[in-house]
């Protein structure tokens, strides 16, 4: 069984552009749906990640939306912990596709990293 887990110098999360997630509103507060925003920079991009270094400038601060966990997942999607590993594949799966392509070298990492 795969098992999730981050991939370091992979960042496709940290690409906030809102256009690309219309359903915001419907998983975040309103303070959370402020913040996002505020995060938002250059071509869509976490004003927080070091795009030569692809590594996240907050980690160890970053929001509450940054963060893989369950009680997180639970709240913001009623995803239920027996299923966040699944369903936080699928998730990078679909933002490392969509940010770097399905046969990239980050989607291979990915899938190497998670054994899949």
């Known amino acids: 069984m795969a098992t ?3 991939v370091k110098g992979c ?5 906030l552009e809102p256009s690309e997630r ?3 509103e419907e998983y975040l507060t309103p303070e ?6 505020s995060m938002v920079g250059e071509e869509g991009w976490c004003i927080n990640f070091d795009r030569t270094t692809r590594e996240c400038r907050i980690y160890s601060n970053r ?3 940054c963060r893989v966990e369950s009680a ?3 709240d913001m999607f009623g995803i239920a912990a027996e ?3 699944e369903f936080a594949i699928e998730c990078c799966q679909e933002h490392i596709s969509d940010i770097y ?3 990239s070298p980050e989607m291979q990492q990915f899938n190497q990293k998670v054994e899949f």
């Open 72 to 74: 997180t997942f639970q």
């Open 32 to 37: 959370e749906l402020e913040q996002y925003f």
């Open 101 to 103: 392509g399905t046969d």
């Open 63 to 65: 929001p509450r939306f």
């Open 11 to 15: 960042g496709a999360c940290c690409y």
């Open 22 to 24: 219309p359903d915001l």
């Open 83 to 85: 299923e966040l590993n």
């Open 4 to 6: 999730w887990c981050c």
